[in-house]
Structure formats: structure tokens, C-alpha cells
T-cell receptor, first 115, second 111 residues
Framework: KAGVTQTPRYLIKTRGQQVTLSCSPI?????VSWYQQTPGQGLQFLFE???????NKGNFPGRFSGRQFSNSRSEMNVSTLELGDSALYLC??????????????FGEGSRLTVL | AQSVAQPEDQVNVAEGNPLTVKCTYS??????LFWYVQYPNRGLQFLLK??????LVKGSYGFEAEFNKSQTSFHLKKPSALVSDSALYFC?????????FGAGTRLTVKP
């Protein structure tokens, strides 16, 4: 069974640009969550999608957005990039997500560097 | 608001010795508790979870964790550490759809 796939793995952008990251969950998983990982702030929850609907949202500005498609694949977008957006962005999938008791399965992340 | 704390940024142990990585939580209600491990430049991997039942939970790679409701703790343990256990460990708590991660503890096992 294929794991969670995130693309691209590495990318470099400049301030003011926008970026779109993609996540393909494990087959059959309907929940996709996104996290931002930085050395200073640790792991911070961005949002969760379940069956194409945003179910939970963390405390991030509106520049951070996401969506989920009918095949459960998800994308997140960051507009007007700032230096502080440099981070490892992790996607995690699960069968029932936040409403269940199951564990999360993480992708290897997309490392974004903003210059 | 719920939160989870990992009081130690770094834990160093010698190979073959027992290891403990500490986690405490603050929630009202009955939380679900998890441990994850992260190797360099990788995503997090699930180790074990506590939902209900026996307070001692066994997980992957010989790890176990003890849920202590009175002390609101969920410490990760392993009887005999391996060099390959060196990694970043995260405790997480989820309640009513909100999963929070601790800041992480870097475990270093020296030969």
C-alpha cells in the first residue's frame, strides 16, 4: 500500500510569490491534515479536510489556504510569501481524522525556503 | 484549551540502558494520546497510542508508554536503547477533533 506522497519535496521561492503544495493520501483515507514544522514553533496545525470539506482550522492567517478534491488528494496554497513561511510542511492522512481515534500517517514533507 | 508539554528538549542515554521520554498533558476530559518519531528529513511515524483500557501501551520497535491519569502524564519508555533509536520524538493529544503536538524531544543514544 503506497504511503502519503507530497510534492514537491523541496522548493525555493522569493518573498511575495505564492506556492502550492500537493498531498496524495493513502488509498481509502478521507482525512488530510496539514502541519507547519519550524525549529522555533515546532509542529503547528494548519487545517484538516475531510470529504472535500474543511473540518478544522488552526491559527494561521488567510494567506494559508487549502482544498481537497473528490479523490481525497489535497493541496495547500500560501500566497504573498514571507520569510517566516520557510518551513517543512507536512501532510498527514487518516481514515476518519479528528473525529476518530486512529493515528495519522505522515508524508515526508515539502521543505519551503523563502528568500 | 488543551496542551501537551515535553519538558526535556534533549535526552541522552547510553546504548543498552533504559530510556524515558517525558510527556504531560493538560485537557479537560478523556484525551487520546499518541507518540510519534521523526528521523532526519522525514515525516513523523506513529509509535503507539492510548485510547482507553490498560494504562501500559505497547508499540512499535519495542517502545511502550504508561498513561497516568492522576499525574496527567504519558511517558515513553524502552527497556534497552539502541543507537538507531536516536531521533526526534513527539507526544500528541487529541480531544474533540483538535490534535496538539508537544515541542519534541531529541533522543540521542550513544554507543
Amino acid at each position: 500500500k503506497a504511503g502519503v506522497t507530497q510534492t514537491p519535496r523541496y522548493l525555493i521561492k522569493t518573498r511575495g510569490q505564492q506556492v502550492t503544495l500537493s498531498c496524495s493520501p493513502i488509498s481509502g483515507h478521507r482525512s488530510v491534515s496539514w502541519y507547519q514544522q519550524t525549529p522555533g514553533q515546532g509542529l503547528q496545525f494548519l487545517f484538516e479536510y475531510f470529504s472535500e470539506t474543511q473540518r478544522n482550522k488552526g491559527n494561521f492567517p488567510g494567506r494559508f489556504s487549502g482544498r481537497q478534491f473528490s479523490n481525497s488528494r489535497s493541496e495547500m496554497n500560501v500566497s504573498t510569501l514571507e520569510l517566516g513561511d520557510s518551513a517543512l510542511y507536512l501532510c498527514a492522512s487518516s481514515l476518519s481524522g479528528s473525529e476518530g481515534t486512529g493515528e495519522l500517517f505522515f508524508g515526508e514533507g515539502s521543505r519551503l525556503t523563502v528568500l | 484549551a488543551q496542551s501537551v508539554a515535553q519538558p526535556e528538549d534533549q535526552v541522552n542515554v547510553a546504548e543498552g540502558n533504559p530510556l524515558t521520554v517525558k510527556c504531560t498533558y493538560s485537557v479537560s476530559g478523556n484525551p487520546y494520546l499518541f507518540w510519534y518519531v521523526q528521523y532526519p528529513n522525514r515525516g513523523l511515524q506513529f509509535l503507539l497510542k492510548y485510547i482507553t483500557g490498560d494504562n501500559l501501551v505497547k508499540g512499535s520497535y519495542g517502545f511502550e508508554a504508561e498513561f497516568n491519569k492522576s499525574q496527567t502524564s504519558f511517558h515513553l519508555k524502552k527497556p534497552s536503547a539502541l543507537v538507531s533509536d536516536s531521533a526526534l520524538y513527539f507526544c500528541a493529544v487529541t480531544l474533540a477533533g483538535d490534535m496538539r503536538f508537544g515541542a519534541g524531544t531529541r533522543l540521542t543514544v550513544k554507543p
